[in-house]
Each structure stands twice: as C-alpha cells, then as structure tokens.
C-alpha cells in the first residue's frame, strides 16, 4: 500500500490542507521582503561632494546660491551633469560665466569630506549611513551576495536537519533565527557588522523557503498537488506587492528591516497548529506519531472512519523496512545514477532560474519610472503569471512548463539586449512580461523539484537545489557590475543562463499525475507496478503510473 491510498482515507484535500496553506502564508510573505528588501535598504540616492569647507576659505564663496556652490566645485561629467565623486581643489568662480570653458580647470580629486546626499526619497539607506559610494558603490551589490551565500548555506543546513528531526521542528528553528539575526542587522553600527547580521538572516530565513512547500505538498494528494504548488505560492506575490508599499512608507533601512520581519513574530504563535509530515514519520519508522497526524487530518477533514480502517501496523508497509529509520544524507543523491542524473539536471535548472529571476528583480531602475512603482509592477505581474502557471502545469504538464518559461523568458532579455534605451515604454513591457515568464519558471521549478526527488531524501533535494538557486541569486547582483566592461553584458549573461537551463530541464522526467515516489528504489527502478486510492472513489483501488516516469504509449498493430 501507498501513502496516497492512505492519505484517501483522510480525504487528501480538505480543510486540514486548507488550514496548513493558510498557516503557511504569514512566514512566506517576509521571503520576497527579505529576498529583494536590497532593492531599498542599499538603494543609493543622488549624491555629491561635500564642499562646505569652502565657506571658510573663500568669503566670495558664502554668498553663492547652493546651486552656484555646486557649479564652481563639481567637475561636469561626459554628459554636463555633475559629478558625484569628483571635486575640485578651489572654487572655480570663472565657470558661473562660462562653463564650457575646461581649459584652465585644475586636475579633480576624489571627495574629501564626504558626500552630500539626497534625502527626498530614502530617509536613510546603507549607502548614505556607511557612505558606500563611488569607491565603495560595490559594496552595495555586495550585501545583496552576501545574502544570498547564507541563504545558500542555510539551504544546506536545513535540508540534512530537516530529513533528521524534521520538517516542524526546524521550522521553528528558522522562525526564531531568522527575527533574532535580521533584528541585530538593523541594529548594526558598521557594515561589516550588517553584512555578518545580513549573512545570518539569509541562513536562518532560508528554512522557511525550502520546508513550508515540502510539507503543504506531502499533505496534498495526487490531484491537488498543482493547486498546492501554485496557489500556496501567492502569498510570495502578496508580499512582494507589499514591500514596495511597505519601502515607500518606511523610508529608513532599520525600520524597514523590523517591519518586514515582524509577521514572523505571528508564524511563531501559528507554529502549534502546524503538523509534521506524515510521509517523512512513516519513512523514518515513526509510525505511531505519523498515525496521530493522519488522525488529526481525517477529523478535520470528516473522515470520522479512518481509525477504523487504518491502524498503525497498516503504516509499516509503507515503506520498505531496510529503510525505516535510516539516516540519508546529500550523498545519497549521487550515490546511484538515476539520482546523480537527476540532481544534475534539477542543480542546473534551479540555478538557471534563480539566476534570471533575481537578475531582472534586483534591476529595477533604468526604465524612466519610479523605483516603488517599477518594483510593485515587478511583483503585481506575478499574480497573472501564477493563474496562468496552473493552467499550463495542468495542461501540457511540468517539464514542458519548465522549459517554456525559461526560454521564453531569455528570448524576453534578449529583445531588450538589442531594443534602444529611447524605446524605455518598449523596454519596460517586455522586462515586465519577462519578470512574470520568471516568476512563472520558479513557481514551476519548487512543485516539480518536490514532486521528483522521493521522501526519505527530499528535503535533502529541495535543500540542494536550493542551494544552487541561491548561488545563482548571490552571483546576479556581481554580474550586473560587469556593465563597467561592456553595458549589454550583463544582460547577455542571464539571457544564455535561461535558455541553457531550459534546454536542460527537456531531459528532466514528467511528474504530472504521477505518485511522489517514497524510496530512492523507486528512482532506481526501470519498471514497477503500484496502486494508489483515489480520492474521488476511496473504495476503488486504481493501478498508477510509475512514479516519474510517463506511461508508455500504446502500440496498435
């Protein structure tokens, strides 16, 4: 017997899965204000030199106009503007007469006293608290890496633990860790301290990411799982909508840190409510507890007669016993090489979304529009792109959806590389639409991750690929610098990673209406036959597709 004939009996979608979805809503909406919060906290403002120490040299000086002031000490750039890191030694008062004429100009140098900053949009950001301009305008990129290494890192550490104790437990754990680290962040007095804080609240964050949707699908059954991927996946879109609302009310970094963090305060409550997973109890021989929850579920969902047909002895069957309570690790993922193939495949196309995704979220300026209002487009073109994901995973099925949204989405970037800044209405539609094409990609990308890898090593799976989406996101702000070396470069990059990564995923099995495979046995094997309840007639037993492998076609002769 299967964990879906079991799961039948409990009614394997209804108000207990309901109620799970729900929980899980309030920690998944501070993901996306965590994952791009460095869109505002490092935003750099319009800046110049600081040039008040003029006033005591030069008395003609005190009577100038602050524009006046700007013009006789900034050197004027390529394009007349001035400069933002330049200043000249002495006030150059022959250029309020003629400031075409550069003949005479002394060499500039680098600002002396600071810079003067811009506080109309951003009330503070890490640029303007810690100065990181001009020289040091990479470390603004660099927070952002910093990150997502330990969202990386974090991925690692909870995939192992959360296959060990459990995916409950070390949802607490990431609950707890993620408040603590991100509240001492916005307490940090240098950057290096930020960046410590910052490393850590991208480890601690990172358990929510990658537990939350593993246990909403290992509660679902076969027909709903797509609705549980997609749809659970909102709450990432609501909060993305609500950062840009939330930055453009909260204008200064630290208070925009704890604001973000603070509905994580409420996961903590809703914790108590949650369930363990069921299949993760029974495949580590806990059988006894993952009864318990089965229960919980049946009563909550009506199925007043699960105790009388399931007992717990019926729960041993499950999975094989060699493999009760055994321990998996990372390398059990490339141990055999079904499993080596497929942790390849899935590494490759995770990293190729993540990369993509978080290259056109984290460029959110350089389309004439306001920074708030470009960031909130980003995210409202998610919600269409989610219903729209359904519809498609439903239809044509995972793989296909994988590799449409991928490459469709490089074609996007890639008529952007050779589209004129002038045509920025063009521009910016077609980085809309390639956002969402993105967004679709990585919401396909968690359920089908989850639905491949079996349940004694999933969330080892889901924290390893994670881990290379997270390498990938950390990598996109340091490729978007290479615009110093050619200004489409950046561009070029993610444009080859999408398409790569799409024709990749091509060789990656179909999971559309297949079982969750339980054992790394049912990756291994060529061929094997298994049942499965349905939940539209629990007293039918139906045969079933074998897990991750699409039915072989019929030959007439």
Request: include cysteine; glycine fraction near 6%.
């Amino acid at each position: 017997m299967k964990f879906e004939s079991i799961l039948a009996e409990t009614d394997g979608f209804g108000r207990f899965q309901i109620a799970l979805l729900v929980l899980m809503v309030i920690p998944r909406i501070t993901l996306p204000c965590h994952f791009l919060l460095n869109n505002f906290i490092a935003a750099t403002p319009p800046h110049h030199c600081t040039i008040d120490h003029h006033l005591d040299t030069s008395a003609a000086f005190v009577n100038l106009t602050d524009e006046q002031r700007r013009t006789v000490s900034l050197p004027a750039e390529g394009d007349r503007t001035l400069s933002s890191c330049l200043m000249f030694p002495q006030p150059q008062f022959h250029l309020l007469s003629n400031t075409s004429n550069t003949t005479d100009l002394p060499a500039a140098e680098p600002c002396q006293n600071g810079w003067v900053f811009d506080h109309s949009t951003f009330k503070s950001t890490l640029a303007t608290e810690f100065d990181l301009v001009c020289s040091k305008r990479g470390l603004t990129k660099a927070s952002a890496t910093i990150f997502f290494v330990g969202v990386m890192l974090g991925a690692i550490f909870f995939g192992v633990l959360c296959d060990k104790y459990g995916r409950r437990s070390m949802l607490l754990v990431s609950y707890i860790s993620a408040i603590i680290f991100a509240l001492i962040s916005a307490l940090s007095n240098s950057y290096i301290m930020f960046a410590v804080f910052r490393f850590l609240t991208g480890f601690g964050i990172t358990g929510i990411s990658i537990i939350s949707i593993v246990l909403c699908v290992e509660w679902a059954d076969i027909e709903h799982r797509t609705f549980i991927g997609v749809f659970g996946s909102v709450s990432w879109t609501i909060g993305n909508m609500m950062l840009a609302g939330l930055a453009y009310a909260v204008t200064d970094w630290r208070m925009l840190i704890i604001t973000v963090t603070s509905p994580l305060v409420l996961a903590v409550i809703t914790w108590w409510w949650i369930p363990e997973s069921a299949r993760w109890l029974i495949a580590t021989g806990n059988v006894e507890r993952a009864h318990y929850f089965l229960q919980r579920c049946a009563t909550a969902n009506r199925r007043a007669e699960f105790s009388s047909r399931i007992k717990p002895e019926t729960l041993s069957s499950i999975i094989t016993v060699d493999e009760q309570g055994r321990s998996f690790t990372y390398l059990d993922l490339f141990r055999t090489p079904r499993m080596r193939r497929l942790a390849i495949f899935t590494g490759i196309v995770w990293y190729g979304v993540a990369s993509t995704y978080y290259g056109i979220s984290l460029n959110i300026t350089g389309f004439g529009l306001d920074i708030y209002l470009t960031h909130f487009i980003y995210a409202a073109i998610e919600l269409p792109s989610k219903f729209l994901t359904y519809f498609s995973l439903n239809a044509i099925g995972r793989r296909y959806s994988q590799v449409g949204t991928l490459v469709l989405t490089g074609i996007c970037i890639f008529i952007n590389i050779l589209t004129p800044k002038s045509f920025w209405t063009f521009r910016t539609i077609v980085a809309v639409l390639g956002k969402g094409l993105s967004e679709a990609s990585f919401t396909t990308v968690f359920l089908y991750t989850t639905e491949l890898y079996p349940t004694v090593v999933r969330q080892n799976g889901v924290g390893y690929t994670s881990f290379m989406a997270r390498m990938g996101a950390s990598i996109s702000p340091l490729i978007m610098l290479l615009e110093d070396v050619w200004k489409p470069l950046p561009e070029v990059v993610f444009c080859s990673v999408a398409i790569l990564s799409g024709i990749v995923a091509w060789f990656l099995p179909e999971t559309h209406h297949a079982r969750l495979p339980e054992t790394i046995d049912d990756i291994e094997q060529t061929r094997k036959s298994s049942l499965c309840l349905s939940n539209q007639d629990a007293g039918k037993l139906i045969p079933e597709p074998d897990p991750l492998k699409p039915p072989k076609p019929e030959v007439t002769v």
